[in-house]
């Protein structure tokens, strides 16, 4: 996807999608829940193919019985789908970072899952 925003001194920003992909999907709070989230991806890619965006909002972590295979999925589509998926951190996400030794504070940019610390070593034990 292309984001523009055309604007000019005169008038306010204006943004601009160049985009093919007309349907956006957004599930929440994935928790762990892998066969609940593969079974939502088969079936948006039995109904709608490859015209949709999904955009998972985070929460990917914390309660669920699949967290380390859950996350793996989610490293897995952003390889295969590009633009198509975007991740989006959520608290649950963001307080595992924080005892993980991620720095303090909110994020100042937007953090997805491969921008993750435990993606650079998939196979941490302590994850």
Do not use: K
Not at 3 to 29: G, L, M, N
Not at 48 to 54: E, I, N, P, Q
Not at 98 to 126: K, V, Y
């Amino acid at each position: 996807m292309t984001f523009r925003v055309a604007h000019s001194p005169d008038q306010p920003p204006s943004p601009q999608f160049d985009d093919a992909c007309e349907t956006w999907v957004a599930v929440a709070d994935l928790h762990g829940h892998l066969a609940r989230f593969d079974a939502l991806v088969s079936y948006l890619d039995r109904t709608l193919g490859d015209s949709y965006r999904l955009c998972t909002l985070g929460d990917y972590v914390d309660n669920g019985p699949e967290v380390p295979a859950l996350l793996d999925r989610l490293i897995a589509i952003s390889r295969t789908r590009g633009d198509r998926f975007i991740p989006i951190l959520g608290n649950h996400d963001l307080a595992l970072l924080r005892t993980l030794g991620f720095p303090g504070g909110a994020p100042d940019e937007r953090l997805i899952c491969t921008q993750f610390p435990w993606t650079r070593d998939r196979r941490r034990s302590d994850v």
